[in-house]
């Protein structure tokens, strides 16, 4: 059986829905499990049972400080072991990230992966399309971003997600690979062409300054995180292409200008208007 962590989240539960469409026999981990999933609390070690599985979609437990995220990966890999786990997929982050403000915990995590002993495959994944899309800020005349006229090689969580199924339904082709999951280059003004609105571009300085006083709800490590994405977009450190994506899908990847334009859309004050 094939069991994907944080099934009731979003790459987890699409992950957990492309395998299902596949036939193969998964079911999802969460810590707040649907009817059908098993409770999995990564900080409640008593809760990681993971008897039975023979494929553990290990996605990462991220939306933490880099010490809380690792002992969480931590954990999980400790039980994998204790119950015989036969191979271990990592959703890790892109190689070419690994100057983002939370990148650190990705690669602690493939260290404890390798160390394991176990089989395993990571999945450094691109970042999200969507997330490209929907970090766009709305102006009264257009949209406004401190991505400059920096291009990133975005995804569609969809294809990660499609990605993960295909190495999780037969992993041994992939053990001890390390694949880089990244898309075709985009700009926020291809986004602003297809949205038909004017696209102008703002200062780290600025975003930061939004980031801290103008934005809500943000946790502390947040503000850092974003700035990082947005600097290494600007400064052309995320746009680089990879046959992986592709070659492991065995089709064309989605249209990521068009799922970002589409989140972008979406994220439009007076979207539901």
């Known amino acids: 059986m094939i069991l994907v962590t944080g099934a009731n989240g979003a790459l987890g539960s699409a992950t957990l829905a492309a395998l299902q469409a596949r036939g193969a026999v998964a079911m999802g981990g969460s810590r707040t ?5 098993r409770r999995l609390d990564f900080d409640d070690h008593v809760s990681l049972d993971l008897a ?6 290990l996605i990462s437990a991220g939306y933490a400080e880099d010490d809380q995220v690792v002992a969480r990966h931590a954990a999980v890999l400790d039980a994998a072991v204790r119950d015989g786990i036969g191979h271990v997929v990592y959703t890790s982050l892109t190689t070419a990230g690994d100057h983002l403000g ?5 690669r602690a995590t493939e260290r404890l992966v390798r160390a394991s002993g176990l089989p395993w495959t990571i999945l450094r994944n691109g970042l999200y399309a969507e997330l490209f899309g929907g970090l766009l800020m709305w102006a009264s005349d257009g949209v406004e971003s401190a991505f400059g006229d920096g291009a990133l090689a975005a995804v569609s ?30 700009t926020v003004g291809q986004v602003a062409d297809e949205l038909g609105v004017a696209y102008r571009a703002i200062s780290l300085g600025e975003y930061r300054r939004r980031l801290l006083e103008e934005t809500p709800g943000l946790l502390p490590f947040q503000p850092p995180m974003l700035a990082s994405i947005a600097t290494g977009i600007r400064h052309g450190f995320l746009d680089g292409t990879a046959p992986h994506l592709t070659d492991l899908l ?7 200008l068009a799922t970002a334009v589409a989140a972008a859309s979406a994220a439009r004050p007076d979207a539901s208007v």
């Open 157 to 186: 969580r969809g294809d990660l997600a499609e990605v993960a199924a295909v190495v999780a339904a037969d992993p041994a082709p992939h053990t001890g690979r390390v694949y880089d999951l990244v898309g075709t280059p985009i």
């Open 250 to 256: 065995g089709r064309a990847a989605r249209d990521p």
């Open 102 to 106: 939370f990148a650190l915990a990705h």
């Open 52 to 57: 039975g599985v023979s494929t553990l979609v």
């Open 33 to 37: 499990p649907d009817e059908g999933m």
